[in-house]
């Protein structure tokens, strides 16, 4: 028999001209729309133009009030009809076009009769459409028929209505609580989608009940659950019971549950039930076991789905339990070949987190041929699991740097090839025999390298790495090259790599002059610019000499002010006879404004709300203090704190406070508001009792003298310390006022007022304080440029500890410094970690801290400080800072 409406292969370019839709326009379907009204119904032709109407509206178009209502008013007519499938597409219009409140009356009666039509397709179709238009007033009208609905015999009414009754709760919690017994008793239906729709109602009608919850699941576990779906639910809600349960491994409620559906004669559920002892926190590898069986029994599946889903599991336990998952490796290496590339990437990327040192070589081979049938994005997880494979195996960086580089010559996007590039920048850094070859491969890759950004940045990885080489030479070519052949921003950064090389090497400069002569008639102002300044630095007369220190900070140091504020401050210069002086740019990086709002409108605006942002911020408060004459003699303002709440959302008063820390003194700023408009507050002061903080001596304070409803004001209270010791203590706090009330109708205070006090949350002044955070780019010049002369080591245990990331985080918080290099993330059940810090500590002395942490068995964690900075006395400290804690 023919076929022929059927397509060949090479027309499915033109698939576009057999769209029934094409090129139908809202006008004409409107013009269509009016066979509604016809004395002679056609059903076929009316349920076409309903197709079409339903098409514009899920494409986007929308109808003006007067023609959604034209519309909606003749498809009313169309309810005289007996034909099943236009009675269908009327229930869809009238869902999609939403009437409002008056047009919904017209068809209340209609919808009214057909849920309680014999006709079960009508029923359950109006029973949804009604409880999507109505509202509160009519669906009390109608309870009785919802309740009757849920325990009706006949499944697809009965979903109908406990699918409305999901939507309901929404808008209507409180009429859907009442129907508990009939969910209840839905629960126990026979049939499955609902029992499904029952268990995910009754759940939400109880989610915020802990207990009844609980008790929901206890019942339901005993195996009155027959349906898949709703046991997929019930393992979820029984997942979340025992996370909130907050018990320790062994005496896990609900475990046996969990593993008892891994038994279920249903797919579904037994993933789900391997997926949720998987995802459990704490999760031991005998809890683990059974499940992860069960997962490589999937691997195996014929279908996509379930190795997917299996895979992906895998791929998520690998990254906390990896000796669990090697047992499913032999598994996972025959779904490399996969034809789906989502199940074969994921399979790759499992294998390299568990895969044993022997295996890198194997999975290498079989890698390479898989790479070229994959999109950037799955390249990206690969190039990523190599890396960390890399770190984990180091001796096996030769054949995983190999594959690195060459895959960097093949096509790619950007985002895929700066994954590559820092993927071999990071195995440089970390693992030193592999620097000489990985920037062989990186300079062969900026020989065509069609991305400018990572151009550059290559470069300025070559001038920091290349000329502690033992062979710097063989790389000038390559950076010269540059300089002909790319754009003048690549050019540029060419003209600073060869400088950093003749500063470097002195054996190199009569070279490196000649390379940069030549680049004084580049075409680009930047580039002749940049070879003229590197030419005097340098010394450009050709003599061998070797380089002053002072240009190697020049060339290689790092700027230590965030480009954010240099960028404020040279904006707010205003030229004058006075240079512009870099030192007085804000170090500090604000992570957050002044003032973070708490509740809208109630929350102290700091200094009447100075422009948000780190150099403002700074500035604003400076500013500020200096004008006031108590303290115009307390120096330049070191740092300025974040705002500390000191009180509790929504109360009478809020109030927080900012800490002002000067060399000699500390200055608390209180930011108030008055949130009751029947109130006027004056003389407003905080009383400290400073008897925990020994160290500090009260000397002059500064009350508000008037507060209005929510107008900010700010009270001060300075206190001095002494000079150069890092003073800590606890201080309580008290607000007093005067209270009068104010005239509603007037606005005017009364003359008398009460005196009153309200008691506000305790501050602490602690050693981090003290401490700006100051990033540096590169760590390591930093960390040598500074020196050995105050260097101090030594050795701290930190006790039991959760995790490691939590003894980091603890240590970071203590010190209040700036993590570099992303050092602050440690790895999920890593052993041992390296946290770099850098930080100004008062009186604008530099620091930088390198941490090495250790964890046992017993969950004791061990630290290893090294501190350099640049004045002895501070590296004391910041170890004082440590033991003292």
Request: include cysteine; hydrophobic fraction near 40%; glycine fraction near 4%.
């Amino acid at each position: 028999m023919a076929q022929p409406l059927v397509k060949k292969d090479d027309d499915r370019d033109d698939e576009a001209e057999y769209s029934p839709f094409l090129g139908i326009e809202k006008g004409a379907v409107l013009q269509e729309a009016r066979v509604f009204n016809d004395p002679q119904l056609d059903p076929r032709r009316c349920s076409q133009v309903i197709t079409k109407l339903l098409y514009l509206l899920n494409q986007g178009d929308s109808f003006t009030k007067v023609e959604a209502t034209e519309v909606f008013f003749s498809v009313t007519k169309l309810f005289q009809s007996k034909d099943l499938g236009l009675r269908r597409m009327v229930y869809l219009i009238i869902k999609e076009l939403s009437p409002s409140a008056d047009e919904v009356i017209i068809v209340t009666s209609s919808l009214m009769k057909d849920m309680n039509s014999k006709t079960d397709m009508y029923r359950a179709n109006a029973i949804r459409v009604l409880c999507r238009i109505t509202d509160g007033t009519l669906l009390t009208q109608i309870e009785r028929y919802l309740k009757q609905a849920i325990v009706d015999k006949n499944p697809v009414v009965a979903s109908a209505a406990l699918v409305s009754g999901i939507h309901l709760l929404q808008t209507n919690p409180e009429i859907v609580k009442r129907w508990s017994n009939e969910v209840q008793e839905a629960v126990q239906s026979r049939a499955a989608l609902v029992q499904f729709h029952a268990l995910a109602l009754l759940q939400q009608i109880r989610q915020n009940d802990r207990l009844a919850v609980s008790k929901l699941v206890t019942s339901l576990t005993r195996g009155t659950v027959r349906s898949p779906l709703a046991q997929c639910l019930l393992i979820r809600y029984t997942s979340q019971v025992i996370r909130e349960s907050n018990t320790q491994t062994g005496d896990r409620p609900f475990y046996d549950f969990l593993e008892s559906c891994l038994r279920h004669k249903a797919e579904m559920v037994i993933f789900e039930a391997a997926r949720a002892i998987t995802e459990l926190s704490g999760v031991t590898s005998r809890e683990l076991t059974p499940a992860i069986t069960v997962l490589q029994l999937f691997l195996s599946s014929s279908k996509p789905v379930l190795r997917f889903a299996a895979v992906r599991t895998l791929n998520k336990v690998a990254l906390t339990h990896p000796m669990a998952v090697t047992n499913c490796n032999i598994d996972m290496e025959s779904l490399i070949s996969d034809q789906n590339r989502s199940i074969a990437t994921l399979a790759i990327t499992t294998l390299l987190k568990t895969g044993n040192e022997s295996s890198v070589d194997r999975l290498m081979k079989q890698i390479t041929n898989f790479m070229s049938d994959i999109a950037d994005e799955f390249k990206i997880v690969v190039v990523e699991a190599i890396r960390s494979l890399c770190l984990k195996f180091p001796l096996k960086y030769r054949s995983l740097m190999n594959f690195l580089s060459n895959i960097l010559r093949e096509e790619g996007g950007f985002e895929y090839k700066k994954a590559i590039v820092d993927s071999i920048v990071i195995l440089i850094r970390d693992i030193p025999e592999a620097k000489e070859s990985g920037l062989l491969h990186l300079c062969e890759f900026i020989e065509d390298c069609e991305f400018t950004y990572l151009s550059t940045q290559i470069l300025h990885f070559l001038g920091i790495e290349g000329p502690k080489t033992t062979d710097p030479s063989k790389y000038i070519r390559y950076i010269y090259n540059r300089v002909h052949l790319e754009n003048a921003t690549v050019r540029a950064a060419s003209v600073s790599t060869l400088a950093k090389f003749g500063a470097m090497v002195d054996a190199l400069k009569p070279r490196i002059f000649v390379l940069l002569r030549r680049c004084i008639f580049d075409s680009d102002d930047e580039v002749r610019d940049r070879a003229t300044l590197y030419l005097n630095t340098l010394g450009g007369d050709g003599e061998v000499v070797e380089t002053d220190k002072d240009v190697k900070i020049f060339l290689f140091g790092d700027l230590d002010i965030p480009l954010v504020n240099l960028e404020t401050s040279l904006k707010n210069y205003e030229p004058s006879e006075e240079p512009f002086d870099i030192d007085s740019v804000p170090k500090e990086v604000k992570s957050q404004p002044l003032v973070e709002k708490k509740a809208p409108g109630k929350k102290p605006a700091g200094l009447g709300a100075p422009p948000a942002g780190p150099p403002s911020t700074v500035d604003a408060y400076e500013r500020l203090l200096s004008s006031i004459p108590e303290f115009s003699n307390f120096g330049k303002l070191f740092k300025s704190s974040s705002p500390v709440e000191l009180t509790e959302a929504e109360t009478e008063y809020a109030v927080n406070v900012v800490k002002h820390i000067f060399d000699r003194h500390v200055v608390f700023q209180y930011n108030c508001i008055n949130t009751i408009p029947e109130q006027l507050l004056e003389n407003v002061s905080v009383i400290v009792d400073a008897s925990e903080a020994e160290d500090f001596t009260e000397v002059t304070s500064k009350p508000v003298r008037s507060l209005p409803y929510d107008t900010p004001g700010q009270t001060f209270v300075a206190f001095e310390k002494p000079d150069g010791i890092t003073a800590v203590g606890k201080f309580s706090n008290m607000l007093r006022f005067i209270v009068k009330e104010v005239d509603p109708s007037t606005g005017e205070a009364e003359e008398d007022g009460v005196e009153d006090e309200y008691q506000l949350e305790d501050l602490e002044v602690v050693a981090a304080d003290y401490m700006m955070k100051v990033g540096v780019s590169n760590f390591r010049n930093a960390w040598e440029s500074m020196g050995e002369d105050f260097e101090r080591v030594d050795e701290y245990g930190l006790g039991p500890r959760e995790s490691l990331a939590e003894a980091v985080s603890a240590v970071i918080n203590l010190l209040g410094m700036q993590p570099c290099e992303g050092t602050e993330a440690v790895a999920t059940n890593s052993r041992s970690h390296t946290c770099l810090l850098s930080g100004v500590f008062l009186g604008n002395v530099r620091v930088l801290v390198r941490l090495q942490f250790g964890i046992e068995g017993s969950r004791d964690v061990a630290m290893k400080l090294a501190v350099r900075s640049e004045d002895e006395a501070v590296g004391d400290a910041i170890h004082e800072i440590v033991s003292c804690s």
